[in-house]
């Protein structure tokens, strides 16, 4: 029997609902961008996704990983949720306090222009509210993602209104950073509301040090991985902004938007299909394999397929979007969308290794693709500029997420898991 034959309903309306949410955020987020930049131009989108990205470093660091772990933690040992999500709640609540403390010290210290301060500032006192996102994770854990989703859509619906409310208003750059930091207020506020209407575990009161020690065991690989990631992911756009300045920024992350949403919507995908993984983990070894093999095949060749068509319309793409004051993106476009095909590898990878719980490899594998990204961004960004950013951060993604498999004896499984699926064998 073809083994998406024994799907249940349950797993097909959980992960309906969290590509619904990614929908909905990708759909907002693309189209708010595209005001933003069309209102404040080239150099004031430069300045905030700047802000975006100094403060996204250091958000693994409050996260602690548990957007894996916890899904896993909570379906292999349920007796225990109220346990591990007040464990988790204050770890995290404790661990954002800290971070905040430590961001803004750097902000004050290495950035320049009171303004840029002051918005860091701002924007990065909305990380205490990451806490409440493991309502969310409980939600993923029981198949019941609909009403986290639900609780996220709504939340993302209404900032994306204030947004666009500003640009019609013609307000000052400054009240757009303000919404953004509402932003993660929304989510929290949300979230808490369907977690009471479901009348789930109460996470408030539970707080054990013994699995604040596991939980942190398992955690600090994630973190250090997911670091890794967002560096990856964001130290392109910090280079760009100091080699090249807010414009040449500007017109970078005007693509990599584009980019952006569509792989968050890979990652949703590969984070629920881990109930159904594990299930099938612990029933059939061969079908676990398959499972796996046919989900590496279609996000790779779909991704794929999706950068031909974008590099086909690449500058219609960005002309119709942005408008054109932004022409110079486009080759930034199609480059960065030959990367989502090994994007989508590296995610469905992390599922692997956190089923397996391999997790210190996740660390490994993402600080030797960072290195060689940050390497590369050093020599290609002021000799090719920002479409020397895209063509690094493409080599480091190939690098860290299918070359890196032949240097590791413990993942040769892995390894031939992906080379069926990229060569159709």
Known sequence: MNIFNKLKNKYINNSFWMLFEQGIKMFSGVFVAIFIARHFGPTYFGVLNYIIAFVAVFIPFTQLGMSLILVRELVESPKQRKEILSTAFYLIFVFSILIIIILNTLNFLFNKGGEIKYFITLYSFGLIFKCFDIIDYNFQSQLKAKSSSQAKSISVLLSSFLKLIIIYLDAPFKYLIYTFFLDLVFLALFLIIYHWQKKQSNFLFGFKLSMAKKLLKSSWPIVLSTLSVILYMKTDQLMIQYFLGDKALGLYSSAVRLYDGYTAIIFTLTISILPLVLKFKNSSNEEYQNLFIKFFRYLFWGSNLVALIVMIFSTSIIELLYGKEFVGAEKVLSIVFWTT?????????????????????????????????????????????????????????????????????????????????????
């Open 341 to 425: 095909s090994f994007a989508a590898i590296g995610s469905l990878t992390s599922r692997y290794l956190i089923v397996e719980k391999m997790e210190k490899k996740i660390f490994f594998r993402t600080f030797i693709a960072l290195c060689f990204n940050v390497i590369m961004n050093i020599f290609f960004i002021p000799k090719f500029g920002i479409e020397g950013a895209a063509s690094a951060t493409l080599i480091s993604l190939i690098i860290g997420n299918y070359a890196i498999d032949f240097l590791d004896k413990d993942l040769e499984l892995l390894r031939r898991m992906k080379t069926k699926a990229i060569f159709l064998s």
